[in-house]
């Protein structure tokens, strides 16, 4: 069985060691609810498909998440988990069995708790966001998902990630009119209309708004060109696509239409293929500013969109708060410093411990 009581660096070593790619997690959601059913008091278990959810419920004034999912990306030979010079390598390492543990761990032995809490292990969340289990818990099992403040223990460097950018992508089609390329006079060459797009592109300034003291960069970028007939014909059809990562004080749809803006008055045709939403850090409510507090100041703004933006979306300010390097994740090397897994536990702990003992 798994022990949550003991070293978490020993814990994420023991998670890492049970396979569970996306969609295969039954095995390793067995194993945390039969140690969570051993080796935690005052909680309330409940197991919903490879999902398990665990609170305590002692009427204290805030409530706090702690988030991971359980899942991987595929395996590529880097199972089980091997320790080198400090460093504990394997899949799912940094990406984010060494959150989990930590969570686990500090459910199995905070004892007398600031806030009540509530553990959230999840399946499918390497897949297409329709599989995600948080999904389906929001829909079926909502009260489970309100809290003061969500902690997903996502890989961050032993930074607070506050909130995420939102990202939007605009497929951008020019039209013209096919001729030999022997004659291109006579042809309207639609390659060469996308010239304009990607001169206003080259040209952008991008913004950097300050948000509950983190700074969002914002970017938009071509990140994909389709066009042309043949190596002797003139195109009369061609298209870029554009990504804009956008700060979370904006909303989709002013994303939207701040890239119309952008490209406006060129001969093209727009048209939105994919949007989510971003997540305001709401670092000023209570229970977030005394986990910022407990971290020492150590906050940034989350580049990139994850789930924090699920729990923005029901009113609860989130964050990403795990051990591990973002960039490590899904590599073949990935590991994560163990290091990072005691002082993220220690932080976590902090927050989580009264300063003052409570009166019996």
């Known amino acids: 069985m798994l022990d949550l009581r003991g070293d978490p660096i020993e814990l994420t070593a023991a998670l890492v060691d049970i396979p ?84 686990l761990h500090l459910a199995a032995t905070v004892d007398d708790p600031a806030h009540d809490i509530t553990l959230v292990m999840y399946d499918c969340e390497e897949i297409e966001a329709s599989a995600n289990s948080l999904g389906r818990i929001e829909r079926e099992l909502p009260d489970w998902l309100h809290a003061d403040v969500a902690i997903l223990g996502e890989p961050s460097g032993g930074y607070i990630e506050a909130g995420c950018q939102g990202t939007l992508r605009v497929v951008v089609t020019a039209g013209g009119t096919r001729a030999h390329s022997a004659r291109s006079w006579l ?52 298209s870029v696509t554009i990504n804009f990562r956008f700060a979370p004080d904006r909303s989709i749809e002013q994303a939207g239409q701040h890239v119309r803006d952008v490209l406006d008055g060129l001969d093209v045709q727009i048209e939105q293929t994919d949007a989510a939403s971003g997540a305001l850090p709401g670092l000023t409510k209570p229970a977030a500013a005394a986990l910022v507090e407990a971290a020492g100041g150590q906050v940034r703004a989350k580049y990139g969109w994850t789930d924090v933006a699920r729990f923005a979306a029901l009113g609860v300010p989130a964050v990403n708060f795990g051990p591990g390097d973002p960039n490590l994740a899904h590599r073949v090397d990935e590991r994560v410093e163990v290091g990072q897994i005691t002082a993220a536990t220690e932080m976590l702990r902090r927050y989580l411990t009264p300063l003052t003992p409570r009166l019996a």
Not at 218 to 238: K, Q, T
């Open 20 to 103: 569970s790619e996306s969609r295969d997690e039954a095995r390793i959601a067995d194993e945390v609810e039969a140690a969570l059913r051993e080796q935690t008091t005052g909680f309330e278990i409940v197991r919903t498909g490879n999902t398990v959810l665990a609170r305590t419920n002692r009427g204290l004034p805030s409530r706090v998440i702690l988030a991971g999912h359980l899942d991987t990306v595929p395996i590529a030979d880097n199972v089980p988990s091997r320790r080198v010079d400090g460093e504990l390598h394997g899949c799912g390492t940094s990406d984010m069995k060494s959150g989990d543990a930590v969570f």
């Open 187 to 238: 042809g309207d060459n639609a390659i060469h209309k996308l010239g304009a797009v990607l001169d206003r592109l080259s040209k952008y300034q991008a913004r950097s708004v300050d948000i509950d003291g983190c700074v969002y960069r914002e970017g938009l970028s071509a990140v994909r060109i389709d066009g042309g007939v043949a190596g002797n014909v003139i195109p009369d059809a061609a």
